[in-house]
């Protein structure tokens, strides 16, 4: 699913995000990545999201070499990753309902799909029945679990999550961890960034290690 | 479809939020347009009046008293001989004038009956004809008269009507110099309101792009946020307009009593009242892109 060669990340000239890193992750797998902070977590997320592209060095997912899709294609291309973030990013002024719908409303999906699809993804996260609540009168794990709702609604082949529990209590980020292992188990490929060590013995995945911006563990 | 409906939706929302920005440009656009296209009326309703007054202009040929006949009869010879300029020609005797001038100004006739001798002067009074009388041909005809003997006076209305046309003149250009400032500055009031929802939404703006949402879906709203602004903007404009244009017909006709007829007083061409509401549009619209360009 993801194959990176050689990819190294740098900013202002000097500073190394990642450094030549070489990794693959094989579809249908769960992959914890971690590490201390400035490790380069987050700059590998930016990349398989395609915010970023590397200096050097080849990332590919399903087979597309990142560095070289045209506007379109990245648009295409960023309709099948999913994406979690710690601070969830849901809008403020939309309900919980209009926040999941958001998405394959601006990607200009007809509305019984996308209203089906829509409940659908919620009842899944369990929170049907606060779709017409606004996200800050949620709580954190409440409003994450909608964050997820939203990444998931358009079955993504790939879901991208940066620290999805960092503003979670433990027991709300299992819960939280478990819904990714769902979400893995229908056989989508899942990538969490996290420094939480207790959470990745809990689950117990394919761990990878980064520090400096090289891997130093992967297993 | 789908797009231009999300587009719509997005956008009034977008306007309503934040009204009161909103409303800054839409006046701004309003008052920009409001200007241009106040002066081009004016200046419109001026040339009509001006084309009025020519074809109505007078030329007066004022006779020294001790004229003789034979003098006299030469002066009516020279206008007869210009009949390409000269519409129609009447005399008036110095009784003739004193008449004239009591049933034009009966208040003061009172005054004129005081006096010992009458002192107006007798007169050729000349219509000319329309087409000619902005004309060369009507400068020669009065240069000729002056030379002539038994003529004190010439004079003619060339000069107001040349002065008005420069006044209209004015007018347009001031509409276009002036509009054209305005509209600069309406654009940028556009482009820093627009930009200022759009700063009020990155995080939406940066949601939809992970997504992968089309540029249309991204773009599309806040330019067409600012072409509403405009459009409405210019509908106030026109709107203000137009009340002016009324106003100025029911009551402009006690102020200039007699000297135009204001009661007829046009407004512009609907060809150039949609052609500003396209323009109000544009303007937004400019303002909309310039400012969205700034959404990746
Ligand atoms: N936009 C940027 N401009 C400059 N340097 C950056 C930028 N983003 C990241 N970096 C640098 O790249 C390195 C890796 O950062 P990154 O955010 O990937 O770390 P991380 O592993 O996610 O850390 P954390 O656990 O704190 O989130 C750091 O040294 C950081 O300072
Ligand atoms: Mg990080």
Redesign the pocket.
């Known amino acids: 699913m993801i194959e990176a060669h050689g990819v190294s990340?740098l900013?202002?000239r000097s500073?190394?995000?990642?450094r030549d890193l070489t990794l693959t992750v094989e579809k249908g797998d769960f992959v914890f990545?971690t590490?201390?902070?400035?490790?380069?977590?987050?700059?590998?997320?930016?990349l398989l999201l395609r915010e970023e592209v590397p200096n050097k060095g080849t990332l590919k997912v399903a087979g597309r070499d990142l560095a070289r899709l045209t506007t379109r294609q990245v648009q295409a291309y960023r309709r099948g990753v999913g994406f979690v973030f710690q601070d969830f990013k849901l809008i403020p002024r939309m309900t919980v309902l209009e926040n999941v719908a958001f998405v394959p409303r601006v990607l200009g999906a007809g509305s019984p799909q996308m209203q089906r699809r829509t409940f659908q993804v919620l009842k899944w996260v369990g929170l049907q029945h606060r779709m017409h609540a606004f996200p800050l009168e949620l709580s954190g794990g409440e409003q994450q679990r909608i964050a997820i709702a939203r990444a998931l609604i358009n079955d993504p082949v790939l879901v991208l999550a940066?620290?999805p529990t960092g503003n979670l209590d433990p027991d709300l980020s299992l819960e939280i961890m478990n819904l990714f292992r769902e979400i893995n188990a229908r056989g989508t490929t899942v990538v969490v960034?996290t420094?939480d060590r207790e959470l990745i013995r809990q689950v117990g995945r394919h761990t990878i290690t980064?520090a400096h911006?090289r891997i130093v563990e992967n297993e | 479809m789908r797009a231009l409906r999300y587009c719509f939706d997005e956008a009034t929302a977008s306007l309503w939020r934040g009204r009161g920005a909103s409303l800054l440009s839409i006046l701004t656009i309003a008052i920009a347009l409001f200007v241009l296209s106040g002066f081009l009326v004016v200046a419109a309703n001026l040339e009509r009046q001006i084309a009025q007054w020519s074809d109505a202009a007078e030329l007066s040929v004022y006779l020294a008293d001790d004229i003789s006949q034979d003098q006299r009869l030469a002066v009516d010879r020279i206008l007869a001989g210009h009949d390409s300029v000269v519409a129609a020609r009447e005399y008036l005797s110095k009784a003739d004038a004193l008449r004239r001038f009591k049933r034009d100004f009966p208040d003061l006739a009172g005054t004129a009956d005081g006096l010992s001798s009458n002192p107006f002067p007798a007169s050729f009074e000349v219509r000319l004809r329309g087409a000619q009388s902005g004309g060369d041909a009507a400068d020669r005809l009065a240069a000729e008269l002056r030379q002539t003997l038994g003529v004190v006076d010439v004079r003619y209305d060339r000069q107001w009507i040349q002065r008005l046309s420069g006044v209209a003149v004015f007018c347009r250009v001031t509409a276009y110099v002036l509009g054209g400032i305005l509209v600069g500055a309406a654009v940028l009031t556009v482009t820093s309101v627009v930009r200022l929802a759009l700063y009020g939404r990155q995080d939406e703006i940066k949601i939809m792009e992970l997504v992968g949402a089309p540029i249309g879906y991204i773009r599309g709203p806040f330019v067409l946020e600012g072409t509403l602004q405009g459009g409405i903007g210019a509908g106030l404009a026109l709107a203000a307009l137009w009340g002016g244009v009324l106003l100025v017909r029911t009551r402009g006709p006690q102020l200039l009593e007699g000297l135009a007829d204001l009661s007829t007083t046009t407004f512009l061409p609907p060809s150039l009242a949609a052609l500003l509401v396209a323009g109000g549009m544009l303007v937004g619209c400019v303002g909309g892109f310039i400012a969205a360009r700034t959404a990746r």
């Open positions: 990340k900013y202002n500073v190394y995000a990642l990545l590490g201390p902070s400035g490790a380069g977590k987050s700059t590998l997320l930016r940066d620290e960034a420094h980064l911006g």
